[in-house]
């Protein structure tokens, strides 16, 4: 029986690494390398794994309206209530 030669097993990594393990990689490698550094003023502490910040979500049925006393300071309404808005400088009702 022969034997296949020259011919490696693919490596089989996983491609889709998640964020935190990267982080940590880089982390480990950063500190690896001040550690062998020979300067003293350099120190690398690893920090916490960055959060990705949540994506602002709005909800569909807001509207921004201007009064029309007041435009230049508009409000954002659930477009339900447009029948009855008012003014966030002197409160007088309008509607839209
Ligand atoms: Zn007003």
Same mark, same amino acid.
């Given at each position: 029986?022969?034997?296949? +030669?020259? +011919?490696?097993?693919? +490596? !089989?990594?996983?491609? !889709?690494?998640?964020?935190?393990?990267?982080? !940590? +990689?880089?982390?480990?490698?950063?500190?690896?390398? =001040?550690?062998?550094?020979? @300067?003293?003023?350099? @120190? =690398?502490?690893?920090?916490?794994?960055?959060?990705?910040?949540?994506?602002?979500?709005?909800?569909?049925?807001?509207?921004?309206?201007?009064?029309? &006393?007041?435009?230049?300071?508009?409000?954002?309404?659930?477009?339900?209530?447009?029948?009855?808005?008012? &003014?966030?400088? &002197?409160? @007088?009702? =309008?509607?839209?």
């Amino acid at each position: 029986m022969a034997h296949p +030669t020259g +011919t490696p097993a693919p +490596t !089989q990594r996983n491609m !889709q690494e998640p964020e935190r393990v990267v982080h !940590q +990689t880089l982390n480990y490698e950063l500190g690896k390398m =001040f550690r062998g550094s020979r @300067s003293k003023d350099i @120190s =690398f502490k690893p920090g916490p794994a960055p959060i990705a910040p949540a994506p602002m979500v709005e909800p569909d049925d807001m509207v921004i309206v201007a009064s029309p &006393c007041h435009e230049y300071e508009p409000i954002k309404v659930p477009e339900a209530h447009l029948a009855h808005l008012y &003014c966030l400088i &002197c409160g @007088s009702e =309008f509607a839209v």
